[in-house]
């Protein structure tokens, strides 16, 4: 069984940055296809950037696309997303995802394609 624990949120300014970070544990932890998510007060969890099972391809929301950067080590077991250049609208709980199923690489903007969940972290950005 996969867990995933996210941690690096906080509170910015706009127009700074924070990195978060998500691990994976247990013995599929690894070599998964990876999302973030976020959710912000009063609205629906929307898809923020995804990576494939080995590194090699990413997608982004056009929102966060030039800002938001998301990265993988599976020796370590862990994503991160890096946000640069960050707006108050950016403000969420961000969540990991993971796809312990299936490693293809379709339809991964979408929530209902990932079956396990980290708990979130508070990104909050001031104005």
């Known amino acids: 069984q996969v867990q995933l624990v996210e941690s690096g949120g906080g509170l910015v300014q706009a127009g700074g940055s924070l990195r978060l970070s998500c691990a994976a544990s247990g013995r599929a932890g690894g070599n998964l296809v990876m999302g973030w998510f976020r959710q912000a007060p009063g609205k629906e969890r929307e898809f923020v950037a995804a990576?494939?099972?080995?590194?090699?391809?990413?997608v982004y929301a056009d929102s966060v696309k030039g800002r938001f950067t998301m990265s993988r080590d599976n020796a370590k077991k862990t994503v991160t997303l890096q946000m640069n250049s960050l707006k108050p609208e950016d403000t969420a709980v961000y969540y990991c995802?993971?796809?312990?199923?299936?490693?293809?690489?379709?339809?991964?903007?979408?929530?209902?394609?990932?079956?396990?969940w980290g708990q979130g972290t508070q990104v909050t950005v001031s104005s």
């Open positions: 995802a993971a796809d312990t199923s299936s490693r293809r690489w379709t339809s991964r903007t979408t929530s209902s394609n990932y079956n396990t």
């Open positions: 990576i494939s099972w080995d590194g090699g391809s990413t």
